[in-house]
């Protein structure tokens, strides 16, 4: 459009100086071309400025966009922080319900041991049992002398009373596995039934375990050991550690979920 008005304005000129035209159209076919002049150098201007411009922002959208790749790397860095920590969280919370489970069981078995100390009170004071804490297990001991006669593995019309009434409160403990150990002293023992202390320490625990059966106690919660001479109470010098020797042991077991966890090692057995 300002090409045709500056082509009409040149246009007069030439028509002008060839006589064609007046003096005064020609001077105002004149101003007009300095006009458009003076537009064409406004819009060149303007169009130096607006490259500048599109320069700018084009240099501030590389700006944006490397800042955008250094914001990505760092949301990156910041989800596998969180991920980690995520993951610290879970094994914490895991580690925490874990103990929160033993710290469970734990009150429960000690309950359930201060309840049978209770029952056992009148064997206690009685000097017919005692009551033991070993490796972190409770234990109950009965002298062999009140259960059985000399070298013998058959209850005594005392041992069973005293027995019947261990059973009455071991029958009411559904969940705990009881072993039956018998021991003696050093004292040699020769015959055709037990031809040493491990055969006399060994059937005097079945002895006891079958008995505990037949009075309630469940037989998938019981097992027999004997141990004869070899692990003493008390030195066998006197005739009264030999005493202390010769006895019955009723151990608590544990409970499996009591024990440590051995997953780990677990994996390293070939």
């Given at each position: 459009?300002?090409?045709?008005?500056?082509?009409?304005?040149?246009?007069?000129?030439?028509?002008?100086?060839?006589?064609?035209?007046?003096?005064?159209?020609?001077?105002?076919?004149?101003?007009?071309?300095?006009?458009?002049?003076?537009?064409?150098?406004?819009?060149?201007?303007?169009?130096?400025?607006?490259?500048?411009?599109?320069?700018?922002?084009?240099?501030?959208?590389?700006?944006?966009?490397?800042?955008?790749?250094?914001?990505?790397?760092?949301?990156?860095?910041?989800?596998?922080?969180l991920s980690g920590a995520m993951a610290d969280i879970d094994a914490?919370?895991?580690?925490?319900?874990?103990?929160?489970?033993?710290?469970?069981?734990?009150?429960?078995?000690?309950?359930?041991?201060?309840?049978?100390?209770?029952?056992?009170?009148?064997?206690?004071?009685?000097?017919?049992?005692?009551?033991?804490?070993?490796?972190?297990?409770?234990?109950?001991?009965?002298?062999?002398?009140?259960?059985?006669?000399?070298?013998?593995?058959?209850?005594?019309?005392?041992?069973?009373?005293?027995?019947?009434?261990?059973?009455?409160?071991?029958?009411?403990?559904?969940?705990?596995?009881?072993?039956?150990?018998?021991?003696?002293?050093?004292?040699?023992?020769?015959?055709?039934?037990?031809?040493?202390?491990?055969?006399?320490?060994?059937?005097?625990?079945?002895?006891?375990?079958?008995?505990?059966?037949?009075?309630?106690?469940?037989?998938?919660?019981?097992?027999?050991?004997?141990?004869?001479?070899?692990?003493?109470?008390?030195?066998?010098?006197?005739?009264?550690?030999?005493?202390?020797?010769?006895?019955?042991?009723?151990?608590?077991?544990?409970?499996?979920?009591?024990?440590?966890?051995?997953?780990?090692?677990?994996?390293?057995?070939?």
């Amino acid at each position: 459009m300002r090409t045709n008005k500056m082509m009409a304005a040149a246009g007069l000129v030439v028509m002008v100086m060839s006589g064609c035209v007046s003096q005064e159209e020609y001077e105002s076919a004149l101003k007009k071309i300095k006009d458009l002049e003076k537009e064409l150098g406004d819009l060149e201007e303007l169009r130096k400025f607006d490259q500048i411009r599109i320069d700018e922002l084009g240099a501030d959208n590389a700006t944006m966009l490397a800042k955008l790749e250094q914001l990505g790397v760092k949301l990156s860095d910041l989800s596998g922080e969180l991920s980690g920590a995520m993951a610290d969280i879970d094994a914490k919370q895991k580690l925490i319900e874990e103990m929160k489970k033993k710290q469970e069981q734990a009150t429960k078995r000690l309950a359930t041991l201060k309840d049978m100390l209770a029952k056992f009170k009148a064997l206690i004071e009685g000097g017919k049992l005692k009551v033991k804490i070993k490796n972190g297990k409770m234990m109950l001991e009965l002298p062999s002398a009140i259960l059985f006669e000399s070298g013998q593995a058959d209850l005594s019309e005392e041992g069973q009373k005293t027995l019947a009434e261990v059973a009455a409160v071991l029958s009411t403990i559904g969940d705990r596995e009881f072993q039956v150990a018998g021991h003696t002293d050093d004292v040699p023992i020769k015959g055709k039934k037990f031809p040493s202390n491990w055969e006399l320490s060994s059937a005097r625990a079945v002895a006891v375990v079958k008995f505990l059966q037949e009075h309630g106690v469940s037989p998938e919660n019981l097992s027999a050991a004997g141990y004869s001479e070899y692990q003493p109470t008390a030195s066998n010098d006197s005739e009264d550690g030999k005493a202390q020797n010769r006895r019955i042991e009723i151990t608590l077991m544990p409970n499996l979920d009591e024990l440590p966890d051995l997953t780990e090692l677990e994996k390293e057995i070939y």
